[in-house]
T-cell receptor, first 114, second 112 residues
């Protein structure tokens, strides 16, 4: 299957700092990527849909100024958590569609804000 | 709106037993895709299977099998002769109208 990578896998930062997470499709081009957030023992929550060359589409309740998404190329999307606070601590997962509507997921990034 | 229901939250089985995970979905789309993903403790979601709405053929892959019944809007997943490595959270998902809706997941614990 298709491979999606994420970097970094772990981030620990101080409150108030910004954190950037990269998502790459390694062996295919992805015009659309997705960013999810997952709290412990819960399902995935879609945060936004990232479209190459255009603005991301955010889900209701997700602050677009807080979670900046950039999809500058067909293989790279970035999520920047600006001025992170402890409540932003979570597991962030990106995904991309490769073939026949199948979404492949990255390994995730665990963010801990102190 | 799309909805996926996985009623069983946590299922414990003894190794070598079979386990079936139920998935019921709701959608108004005539064309849609159903998926199962495995999320081991490491966190990465592993794609297991895709089935489109026009293909009701059941599928077997090794110890995994899937039963798709459009009449009851169900897409159930069975692990035969479970192993400890099968311990994970399993998510059923429905894609339609450019959105992927997840169920709440089934935590499967295989006891050696």
């Amino acid at each position: 299957g298709a491979v999606v990578s994420q970097h970094p896998s772990w981030v620990i930062c101080k409150s108030g700092t910004s954190v950037k997470i990269e998502c790459r499709s390694l062996d295919f081009q992805a015009t659309t990527m997705f960013w999810y957030r997952q709290f412990p023992k819960q399902s995935l929550m879609l945060m936004a849909t990232s479209n190459e060359g255009s603005k991301a589409t955010y889900e209701q309740g997700v602050e677009k100024d807080k979670f900046l998404i950039n999809h500058a190329s067909l293989t790279l999307s970035t999520l920047t958590v600006t001025s992170a606070h402890p409540e932003d601590s979570s597991f962030y997962i990106c995904s991309a569609i490769e073939f026949q509507e199948t979404q492949y997921f990255g390994p995730g990034t665990r963010l801990l804000v102190l | 709106a799309q909805k996926v229901t996985q009623a069983q939250t946590e299922i414990s089985v003894v190794e070598k037993e079979d386990v079936t995970l139920d998935c019921v979905y709701e959608t108004r789309d005539t064309t849609y895709y159903l998926f199962w993903y495995k999320q081991p403790p490491s966190g990465e979601l592993v794609f297991l299977i895709r089935r489109n709405s026009f293909d009701e053929q059941n599928e077997i892959s090794g110890r995994y099998s899937w039963n798709f019944q459009k009449s009851t809007s169900s897409f159930n997943f069975t692990i035969t002769a479970s192993q400890v490595v099968d311990s994970a959270v399993y998510f059923c998902a429905l894609r339609g109208n450019n959105r992927l809706a997840f169920g709440k997941g089934n935590q499967v614990v295989v006891i050696p």
